[in-house]
């Protein structure tokens, strides 16, 4: 059994306990109230006791967990406030990636595994152009074409709309008005960088759950702070991820620590316009993801940004201070207080207010999956550097990396841009070659007809030479000759 997660103090030692660390989790708090502390402390732990963690760099201020910390006056007076007496500086074991394959190593996934309810989310396209794009799907699919990249996107729905009235009996109408949106979104997706994300090799998830030499699971970080300027390809990217994650890991129940730990930080974008569906979808993953070993934890800035049943299912909460300014703010507020598990000594919805940076209102399950009474407390620091690490640190970092080289090598086999492609090129070699044919039978039969002509004529002169060396033909030749120029007879036959 590992040992329990040291994450604050308040007047008990607050801890999260492996075997109930898949139950999930939210860390809210205005910005700047100790938010990305608190993440990285949670990395820590469960990176030192053998849990991988997958986590966003969306301010690109945590790189600086590869590489141990250092003295600070801030780690000075923080220890020295929770009496700690034994804290040593430590590193992570840090993978990075990057969807743009510039801060870390690629990350992609093929349009296929993405799939229509996914990319429509990607492309904010309604109800009929949605119906569209899953029908290109299902025609790709039916006619084995592999829809890996976006060229092959693009070239499917050009196919489908060149071809609408041959799909229309089986598969039903096909809007050319939603095959140019379609066309028009991808082209907005790939002028964002969204070329670089589809394509092979697709990620591989077995990647992201290692642990180094020592037992320690990897911390993977993606650089998200240049991703998160396309918010709609960040939230779907990362709830791919987890549906991925869902469907392909095997149900575990409640194992002695989780398999896996994700960190969701801005929550928000996950669920703002959301459609109801989407919705659905993505509350039934955290719903369920639990029993594969996988645990969800939330980073948001207002409690009121998560839809209440996916809050209804984080048990574990870090909540930083909230500001009151406004009505809303009030409500976060209010809301906030509700879901904790209410303690005597302080009223919690006037504590929010007042926490100071790095103070926190914290409550986790206890052995039994109870919620703890909820503490004022503060939480413990990072072991790993505040800073992030240099350029040149990062670099260092990525190519000693258990998969360096391996996404760097771009893969582009046959899909269905080249299968499009090839048949079309078939399509019209054959055309040529029908209307080469058509005019080698209309020549052949012209000069059939002209060949016959000709034979009489050579056949006829032929015979007037035979006919020139008997007196007879001597005169039949002078009959028709004179006939021809229209002379005088006498002159003719002086000639002869």
Sequence with gaps: MSEPLLIAKGT??????????????????????????????????????????????????????????????????????????????????????????????????????????????????????????????????????????????????????????????????????????????????????????????ALDLDDLMQTDSSGRGMVNILAADKLITSPKLYATFLLWMLSELFERMPEVGDPEKPKLVFFFDEAHLLFEDAPDVLLSKIE?????IRSKGVGVYFCSQNPLDIPDKVLGQLSHRVQHALRAFTPRDQKAVKAAATTFRTNPDFDVETVITQLAVGEALVSFLDEKGTPGIVQRALIYPPQSQLTPITDEERKAVIAQSLVAGHYEKIVDRDSA??????????????????HEQAQQAAETKQESSGS???????????????????QIGRSLIRGVMGSIFGGGGSRKRSLW
Aim: proline share 3%; hydrophobic share 45%.
């Design 417 to 434: 841009f080249e299968m499009l492609k090839a048949r079309a090129e078939q399509q019209n070699q054959a055309a040529a070659q029908a």
């Design 284 to 288: 039934q993953v955290v719903r369920l």
């Design 12 to 201: 008990d030692e607050l801890v999260i306990l492996p075997h109930m660390a898949n139950r999930h989790g939210l860390i809210a708090g205005a910005t700047g109230t100790g938010k990305t502390v608190s993440l990285r402390v949670m990395a820590e732990r469960f990176s030192a006791i053998g849990v991988p963690v997958f986590m966003a760099d969306v301010k690109g201020d945590i790189s600086g967990m590869a590489k141990a910390g250092s003295e600070n006056p801030k780690i000075t007076e923080r220890t020295q406030a929770l009496g700690i007496q034994d804290f040593a500086f430590q590193s992570c074991p840090v993978t990075f990636w990057d969807l743009f394959g510039q801060a870390g190593h690629p990350v992609r996934t093929t349009i296929s595994d993405m799939g229509p309810l996914l990319l429509s989310r990607m492309l904010n396209l309604n109800d009929t152009q949605e119906g569209v794009l899953s029908m290109a799907f299902k025609i790709a699919d039916d006619n084995g074409l592999l829809l890996l990249d976006l060229k092959d996107l693009r070239s499917m729905l050009q196919y489908v709309g060149d071809n609408a009235s041959d799909f229309k009996t089986q598969y039903g109408n096909v809007s050319t008005a939603s095959i140019g949106a379609i066309q028009r979104g991808l082209l907005e997706l790939e002028t964002q960088g969204g070329a670089h994300f589809f394509g092979e090799p």
């Design 452 to 470: 016959g002509r000709m034979g009489f004529a050579e056949s006829f002169g032929k015979s007037i030479v035979r006919a020139a060396g008997s």
